[in-house]
């Protein structure tokens, strides 16, 4: 049985001005070859998007920041009182979860650090870092569990990633590379398909749209790594067997992911 988590903690907080805004900037400017988020922006920020119409990187930074002080100052009774909430209900299944999450992926908790910082956060995505052990959740309490799980879950898939992989390089983990794209379709699949998971928080969680519709002749892409992941929980191997197993598909499927 694995040994409950008695020391890894989840923090929750509210992010920093410069955090948010930074965020805006990386988003909604996205580099050669990333992923644009612009327009997820500026659906929940329409006013952002008039600010910014016709700038440019370069001169955006203080207005972006002008718009997120401006929005924290209307907001700030109602996101300051999600930082109590938010930390609440984690503690109804955080240790829980993350005791499931250890045992599953057959690796240990992190000597360092022993308090993950998870962000509350004005900006409608929500990024992680893999060094740190901090992500990031928005304003919407209904969807902060299954943010939480979700990237919390990338934190324990990525060390037993490295445990098994040891020669990937660190920006592999993180987009547009195939190890992180595996990472991505893998992990809605495992929070819908583990029964353990299910039980402590029975929520449908969605692929990717670049992901959802492939298709590998009549058979949806996402539907055959999951096909991998019902004969893995069926079979009783290890989780570093099923992730040689998933890469191997990966590797295969690498014009279609690209």
Known sequence: MMKRNKTLQVKFSLASLDRDADLFRYFCFPAPGEWDWSEKIFSVHPELKEILKGKTLRNSHSLIKQYVRVNRQEHQEEVLSLVGRYQRTWEQVGNDYLTLLSGHFETTFPKEPQTIRAYISIVPIFPRDLDAWSFHVGTDEHGMLPIAFHELLHFFYFKKWMEV???????????PHLVWKLSEILAPIILNLNPDIQKISPVRHGQYDEFAHIRVG???LVDRFAALYNAHLR???SFGIFLTDAWNEAKKQEKLLS
């Open 218 to 220: 009549e058979q949806l």
């Open 165 to 175: 992989f040891p020669e990937t390089k660190r920006e592999e983990l993180d987009s």
């Open 235 to 237: 079979s009783g191997e």
